[in-house]
């Protein structure tokens, strides 16, 4: 083959491409675990409309697979709603939020009141501690030096 790659060089880019990948999965992330305990935000005044609307609208067109059409026109619809149509919808959604509110308060109150990791620790750091294990293993060996 003039001019081609060989198979080595392709198999050696594959592995250059995982091992960058791996070495991604290796590194810890910036962003800190979502605990699964927390409340979720409420929905928006247009998401309690689009709860109802996606409903109409499947009745309406059974054939439409389309996330992006529904989307497309519960969008349309809602900016050609009035002020007063939008009331009931952010009517729930306020009633939504206040309720949120009061989980999110309980919730922070769970937090305090819990006991922290760190606290219920020694004082001793990580390494002062497998300093002493590594030092039991040494002592207790069972092997006994000859001075002949």
């Known amino acids: 083959m003039k001019g081609g790659k060989s ?22 992330s910036g962003k800190a675990a979502k605990d699964p305990n927390k409340p979720k935000r409420p929905a928006s005044a247009f998401f309690v409309f689009m709860e109802e609307f996606r409903e109409q609208y499947k009745k309406e067109h059974p054939k439409n697979k389309s996330v992006a059409a529904v989307g497309k026109a519960g969008g349309d ?7 007063a149509e939008k009331a009931p919808y952010i009517a729930k959604a306020e009633k939504r939020k206040v309720e949120y509110e009061k989980n999110m308060k309980a919730y922070t109150k769970r937090q305090a009141e819990a006991p922290k990791e760190e606290e219920s620790e020694s004082e001793k ?3 002062e501690v497998n300093d002493e294990e590594d030092g039991d293993d040494e002592e207790g060996s069972g092997e006994e030096e000859d001075d002949d």
């Open 125 to 127: 750091s990580v390494s």
């Open 77 to 83: 619809k809602w900016k050609s709603l009035s002020d």
């Open 7 to 28: 198979k080595s060089d392709t198999k050696s880019s594959r592995l250059a491409v995982n091992k960058k990948s791996s070495a991604k999965a290796g590194k810890k």
